[in-house]
C-alpha cells in the first residue's frame, strides 16, 4: 500500500484537522486568560468614566458645585497584551500543517478570476441577445 492514501503521483498526504487536533498538541500561543471577562473589565471601566462625565455637566448645568471625583478604576480601560511566546516545535509543525492544507497555488486566483469575468461576460451578452431577439419576434409576429 501506498504511503499516499490519495494515490496523487507527486502529492504529500496532508493530515487532516481531526487528526492534528487528536495528536494533543497544545498551542501555547493561545491567552489562558479568558478575553470575555478582560472586555467586560474594559466596558465597566469605561461606563464608569461615561457615567463619572454625565454627573460633571449635570452639576454645572444644575449651578452645582461638582461632586467628588470618582477614583480611576485599577483597571486598564484598554487590555494590555502580553508579549508574545515563542511556539513549541510541535505547535509550529501544527501551524504550517493546517496553513499547508488550506493555501492555494499562487496563480489559481487569478485564473479564476478570469474565468468568472469571462462567464459573466458572456452569460449577460446571451441574456440581452434573448431580450432583444424575443422583442423582435414579438414586434414582427403583430404586423
Request: proline letters at 10%.
Amino acid at each position: 500500500m501506498p504511503d499516499n492514501p490519495r494515490g496523487y503521483v507527486g502529492h504529500k498526504a496532508r493530515p487532516t484537522r481531526n487528526a492534528i487536533l487528536a495528536r494533543g498538541d497544545t498551542f501555547p500561543f493561545l491567552s489562558s486568560v479568558s478575553d470575555r471577562l478582560s472586555e467586560l473589565q474594559r466596558q465597566r471601566a469605561l461606563a464608569q468614566e461615561q457615567l463619572a462625565w454625565l454627573d460633571r455637566e449635570i452639576a454645572r448645568e444644575s449651578g452645582q458645585a461638582p461632586a467628588a471625583p470618582v477614583p480611576i478604576p485599577t483597571t486598564p480601560a484598554a487590555p494590555v497584551a502580553a508579549p508574545p511566546k515563542e511556539m513549541s516545535a510541535a505547535a509550529a509543525r501544527a501551524a504550517d500543517e493546517i496553513i499547508a492544507q488550506y493555501q492555494t497555488p499562487p496563480g489559481s486566483t487569478t485564473k479564476d478570476v478570469k474565468r468568472g469575468c469571462y462567464a459573466y461576460f458572456f452569460v449577460a451578452l446571451g441574456t440581452v441577445l434573448l431580450v432583444v431577439g424575443t422583442i423582435y419576434l414579438f414586434y414582427l409576429r403583430r404586423k
